[in-house]
């Protein structure tokens, strides 16, 4: 019956264009369970493009291969790591992106969920999640961009992995929600406190994003009430100046001009500032930049490739969860938080997880579309 409701689910919470708006020629789909380094292939269907523009094969922790794109800037400074909205793919986004490339001078990659496009696998949200740090771990290891010039940019539903990857980095240059959702429960009922079925809770995890937000919402949306992101907005712990869009709606805010002029001034700003990142040695790979401790309440993938576990900080939270008194009310709050965490027993082996998504069906329609200081506040536009 789970099962079942997942897949529910997953048809009414994800739209990916059907049939895809692109094709990829190339190697083909590796074998499952065969690691492959990062494939090139050649995106079809799309405008003809330049020796700037590369598509690869990538594999996820979660076994599915997504495609990215990635466009080169010779004067950039920071690069884009950019999750689209839904009902969108590559193909959709393609002529968007390049155009991002050039105005703004960065470099940009982007991906296709599980599920859109040429990847592979079934759209989730746990999927999702394995997607864009996938899509990281190849800017980083494959491209050798650092991660102090990297800003996370999620647009709509791309807002969730973008989140979430941003609340567990230990360096990341900035972060960029377009049309962000408070959590997907929230879009469809204005809830007060976060239920343990609700996904991309975004609302629970902004307040660990340690960079600069840039938050960007039509104050006319229709999908996702501009609220959404003003509310996130008075969470961010390093706030820079918003932009409401008077008109915007929620697929039209890049064809106002205040759009992208806003969006180069951040990067400009951005580019400016000296980021104050934790000392982290240069033998270390990708597993180093991520917290070793994951807080996150609707993860269920706690064993994931790319990020480090302390379970001696576990085993401290377990134990002081037996000294509390079974029936008090921390009690039961711990009792519900644990339904949605994937815990470790004491031989090592991970209990089965509840996935959030299995019981919930959000109504998504038209959801389409670091410590990271600086050591002059005054150059950034940040509002305390």
Known sequence: MGGVTSNMAAKLAFFPPDPPTYGVSGPPEAAEGVVVPPQKVVLTGVPIGSEEVEARRVLT???????????????????????????????????????????????????????????????????????????????????????????????????????????????????????????????????????????????DKITRVR?????????????????????????????????????????????????????????????MMTPDFAKTEASTGTLELFEKARTSSDRSDISRKVVSFDRRERGRMSTGYRERPRHSTDGRHRMRKSVDLCENSGDGVANKPRKSIDRFMIRAVG???????????????YKN
């Open 61 to 203: 922790s979660r076994g599915n291969e997504i495609v990215v794109m990635y466009i080169r800037n010779k004067k950039a400074k920071v690069t884009f790591l950019h999750s689209h909205g839904n009902a969108a793919d590559l193909g959709v986004m393609y002529g968007l992106f390049v155009a991002l490339s050039n105005h703004l001078r960065v470099n940009l990659l982007a991906y296709d969920y599980s599920g859109y496009g040429r990847s592979s696998g079934k759209p989730s949200e746990e999927n999702t999640y394995a997607d864009i740090e996938a899509a990281y771990k190849c800017l980083v290891e494959t491209y050798g961009v650092k991660p102090e010039s990297i800003i996370l940019f999620g647009q709509s539903v791309g807002t969730g992995p973008t989140l979430d990857l941003a609340a567990r980095l230990t360096c990341v240059r900035a972060v960029i929600l377009q049309s962000p959702l408070l959590s997907g429960l929230r879009v469809m009922y204005p809830v007060k406190h976060t239920l343990w079925f609700d996904i991309y809770k975004n609302v």
């Open 367 to 381: 959801l389409c579309n670091v410590d990271c200081l600086t050591e002059d506040p005054s150059k950034l536009k």
């Open 211 to 271: 960079c600069p937000v840039l938050i960007i919402h039509g104050k006319k949306d229709d999908t996702i009430d501009c609220s959404h992101g003003k509310q996130l907005y008075e969470l961010c712990q390093q706030k820079y100046e918003p932009l409401w869009i008077e008109d915007g709606n929620h697929c039209d805010l890049e064809t106002y001009p205040e759009y992208l002029k806003h969006l180069e001034n951040f990067v400009k700003a951005i580019e």
